[in-house]
């Protein structure tokens, strides 16, 4: 159980692409939705909290015009790279959450994006 | 300051050989230490979840403590596919976890 489907698994575009990448929760309901980013060797780096319904929350320094996050259903979140550049190249992981402040994090497999 | 802190940064061991991972915090009001296991390319897989201290969670080779101001990994009698890295993360109030930097474990037959 808790499984975390994250597409697609690689991108690769050229500079001034939007790209969307899709989060879905495949057998549980996810009130909360995380969006990572993770640098080769470091940890995650929290990008936003969405939550279903409503706007995301994003972390000081993360463009919320530059990175969109839509979280339309209980098993849906998607985050849209707009215009993207070669320095928006990175590895992003959503993660979501079964209702339960308490409960672990489930992640995805993550989106290798590489914008020439 | 990091509220969570890991070390090793890395570590080989040679199969057989067992050792622990730790994890150190200085929050309070914890809700939650969490433990995962990321492979290169893939997402973090969650591993367990510790609430109070004295909490011990086990599965297979790995085994989980926690203390009021650490969290260790067991990992006995380790098998090359172990190797990962190991991350260990706090939940405090209603906020997001926070992660530590890792420890990059490898694991030589």
């Known amino acids: 159980g808790a499984v975390v489907s994250q597409h697609p698994s690689r991108v690769i575009c050229k500079s001034g692409t939007s790209v969307k990448i899709e989060c879905r929760s495949l057998?549980?309901?996810?009130?909360?939705m995380f969006w990572y980013r993770q640098f080769p060797k470091q940890s995650l780096m929290l990008m936003a909290t969405?939550?279903?319904?409503?706007?995301?929350?994003?972390e000081q320094g993360v463009e919320k015009d530059k990175f969109l996050i839509n979280h339309a259903s209980l098993t849906l979140s998607t985050l849209t790279v707009t215009s993207a550049h070669p320095e928006d190249s990175s590895f992003y992981i959503c993660?979501?959450?079964?209702?339960?402040?308490?409960?672990?994090?489930?992640f995805g497999d993550g989106t290798r994006l590489s914008i020439l | 300051e990091d509220q969570v802190t890991q070390s090793p940064e890395a570590l080989r061991l040679q199969e057989g050989e067992s050792s622990s991972l730790n994890c150190s915090y200085t929050?309070?009001?914890?809700?939650?230490l969490f433990w995962y296991r990321q492979d290169p390319g893939k997402g973090p897989e969650f591993l367990f979840t510790?609430?109070?201290a004295g909490e011990e969670k086990e599965k297979e080779r790995l085994k989980a403590t926690l203390t009021k101001k650490e969290s260790f990994l067991h990992i006995t009698a380790p098998k090359p596919e172990d190797s990962a890295t190991y991350l260990c993360?706090?939940?405090?109030?209603?906020?997001?976890?926070?992660f530590g930097k890792g420890t990059r474990l490898s694991v030589i037959a």
């Open positions: 993660s979501a959450r079964i209702q339960g402040s308490n409960q672990p994090q489930h």
């Open positions: 057998d549980f309901q996810a009130t909360t």
């Open positions: 969405s939550n279903e319904g409503s706007k995301a929350t994003y």
């Open positions: 929050v309070s009001g914890l809700r939650g």
């Open positions: 510790l609430y109070s």
């Open positions: 993360a706090v939940k405090i109030g209603n906020t997001p976890l926070v």
